[in-house]
């Protein structure tokens, strides 16, 4: 968010009189009590403002652990969640949260930002120290400042248990009691040769092997305590593991986040090494390429193989890098470590948390988590950005990329066709985009915070992180690559103008929804883009005049037709609507006497298709009436 990890910063306080804390979403960690300034007075308060999308806030939380433990007499931590995402505003979703990274202190849910106005806080992460008298004496924002605060509980101590002012006691803590689910917070999923799935069970602090029913729990790797342990499955340990990645040796890589640390699993023996970092967090001024096991890491959340090596989501400092196998070395590859979402030569371009990491022809995809974005690093060594516009650029909308909106996207997946499905996390949907015509769909809703798909077949295996488990769906024809009814063999079209019509007619019983403006939408574009002079992008008619270009020769015309229908009895209040797409790939050759219309059939009814024989039917998704 800030950027804290590379710019902290401390500022000490004249005694000022601390604000009350007020928060619209009450407390977590409590036991249902609400606690005040007034009521912990003669303790040393520290107030943490934090988000959970923040992962310099969740370094924090980690930092702190040790200090609470050594001052939990003394030493009241109280974390005041400050949301910037829609979804961190949502009460269940933070209480989800507090038990994700295992908050050990009361947490205030303050999604107005009530409390974090009335301290003048300007970036996550902030740190506010208040006296046993109530007074605020430092602020500090960034992550690396447990030493100093540390330094200054001490004298506070000291200080006033000379004046007699420090209450000692217990913290006043008590979490939930976590439900008994199969999987807690899983965090991303691969599948293995075997047909089996490798998930990280993230708040168990594990790996796990589930059979080919996504369900049935066949082993567990690693004991469930925190630590950076090698070792046999029952005494290696994890620290919220995310990512997972294939070797050609059938090994595994993990991304052993919370140890900043890759560590390597071996599916037969289960036994567990450390490949790269050295379980501390990178700072400034550390090195950014050398030994893999002398060299700090920081976050990493996602794995995966290109171009020979491990590429890696390093989420804390904003960067991708890479793991040599062979050579045994980590390179900072690309990302300054500055936050922000800047295109252009690698090591010049920024990213903002990246979190989700796949491959296509066309090159590393990258689930960019804090700027809501999809990005691609291209095998020429640039950045470029394909959906979204920057840190604060969020939202839901299908359409044309340039348009389209994410919220907190973690994973994404390359699909058989070539395009991607993006795990949008924040909205709790399975999104689509294709590169081949610029545009994002929506393939699944109701998904909880989803993490990390992989494809089994023709289905799509989904991490439901807040709901603990795998989930599959099908994926949609388009998405599988090309079939009969949607790839023609090559066309002869004229030179020059042709004529493109999509016909819909709407099925018996309903009509065109035309309430809210044109229900039809027309999308055109070539490969090569050249093929066409004239007559690309999106419209709301589905009639089109092209014109080709002789000189291009063969190529693919891409053609998306949709048409939003519902039923027509008016004695119905309400009607069901339904969305009717339809997308060709049409190889198509520009020639002297070659056909001046194309006529596709975007049929209404399950039948089969018309002038033109590329129609067949098309698939009705019900959505809400307005």
């Known amino acids: 968010m800030d950027d804290a990890a590379s710019a902290p910063t401390v500022r000490r306080s004249a005694r000022v009189r601390a604000p009350e804390l007020a928060g619209k979403g009450g407390w977590l960690n409590t036991g249902g009590a609400a606690y005040t300034l007034a009521g912990l007075r003669g303790r040393v308060v520290l107030l943490d403002f934090w988000t959970f999308a923040c992962v ?10 040790e200090l609470e433990e050594r001052h939990r007499d003394t030493l009241v931590v109280i974390g005041v969640h400050s949301p910037k995402f829609p979804h961190e505003a949502e009460h269940a979703a933070v209480a989800d949260a507090v038990e994700r990274y295992a908050v050990a202190h009361p947490v205030l849910d303050d999604p107005e ?6 301290y003048a806080v300007r970036a996550w992460p902030t740190l506010v120290v208040v006296d046993p008298e109530g007074y605020v004496v430092a602020t500090y924002s960034g992550e ?11 004298e506070l101590e000291a200080e006033h248990a000379a004046k007699g002012t420090l209450r000692r006691g217990d913290l006043p803590y008590a979490p939930p009691e976590p439900e008994p689910t199969v999987l807690r917070f899983p965090g991303k999923v691969l599948l293995l040769p075997s047909g089996t799935f490798l998930v990280t069970d993230t708040t168990r602090h594990q790996v796990v092997e589930l059979a080919e029913d996504g369900e049935t729990v066949l082993r567990r790797f690693g004991s469930g305590g925190r630590g950076l342990v090698d070792g046999p499955p029952g005494r290696a340990r994890f620290q919220e593991p995310q990512g997972l990645a294939l070797l050609p040796d059938g090994a595994v ?11 390597r699993l071996d599916p037969e023996s289960g036994e567990v090494t450390t490949l790269a970092g050295t379980g501390s967090p990178w700072r400034p001024g550390d090195a950014t390429d050398g030994p893999a096991r002398a060299v700090n ?10 171009q020979g090596t491990v590429w890696i989501a390093m989420a804390g400092i904003h960067q991708l890098w890479s793991y040599d196998p062979a050579a045994g070395t980590v390179a900072r590859e690309a990302g300054t470590g500055g936050e922000q979402l800047v295109d252009g030569p690698a090591k ?9 990491l796949a491959v296509t022809p066309e090159g590393l995809w990258v689930a960019d988590s804090e700027s809501s974005a999809l990005r691609r690093l291209g095998p020429d060594g640039r950045v470029r950005t394909a959906v ?20 907190h996207p973690l ?3 390359a699909l058989p066709d070539g395009s991607l499905a993006v795990c949008d996390t924040y909205n709790q949907a399975l999104r689509r985009y294709d590169p081949a015509t610029g545009e994002v769909t929506t393939l699944a809703t109701d998904l909880r915070e989803p993490s990390g798909a992989v494809v089994v077949g023709e289905d799509v295996v989904v991490v439901e992180s807040a709901r603990h488990r795998l989930t599959r769906l099908r994926l949609p024809a388009q998405a599988l690559g090309p079939h009969t009814d949607t790839e023609r063999s090559v066309t002869g079209i004229a030179v020059g103008p042709v004529h493109l019509d999509v016909v819909f007619t709407p099925p018996p019983g309903q009509k065109l929804d035309t309430r809210d403006g044109p229900a039809t939408r027309l999308l055109v574009s070539a490969s090569p883009p050249a093929l066409l002079r004239s007559g690309e992008g999106a419209g709301s008619d589905l009639s089109r005049a092209l014109e080709t270009d002789p000189a291009v020769g063969q190529g693919v015309l891409h053609v998306v037709a949709t048409a939003a229908a519902c039923d027509a009895d008016p004695e119905v209040p309400h009607p069901a609507c339904h969305v009717h797409r339809r997308e060709w790939r049409l190889p198509v050759r520009p020639s002297a006497g070659g056909t001046d219309r194309l006529v596709l059939e975007l049929s209404g009814a399950d039948g089969p298709g018309g002038p033109g024989g590329a129609g067949g039917a098309s698939g009705q998704t019900p959505y809400p009436s307005l």
């Open 56 to 65: 310099n806030c969740l370094h924090v939380v980690d930092e702190l652990r």
């Open 113 to 118: 930002l009530t409390t974090w106005t009335q």
């Open 144 to 154: 690396g400042h447990v030493p100093e605060i540390e330094r200054l509980v001490t």
């Open 253 to 263: 890589v993990v991304a052993d986040t919370v140890n900043h640390a890759l560590r």
């Open 297 to 306: 890491l920081s976050s990493p959340w996602d794995v995966t193989v290109w």
């Open 348 to 356: 010049e371009a920024l990213f903002a948390q990246p979190s989700g």
């Open 388 to 407: 979204g516009a920057g840190l604060f650029a969020f939202g839901y909308r299908d359409g044309p990329a340039d348009e389209a909106l994410f919220q």
């Open 411 to 413: 994973g994404v997946t």
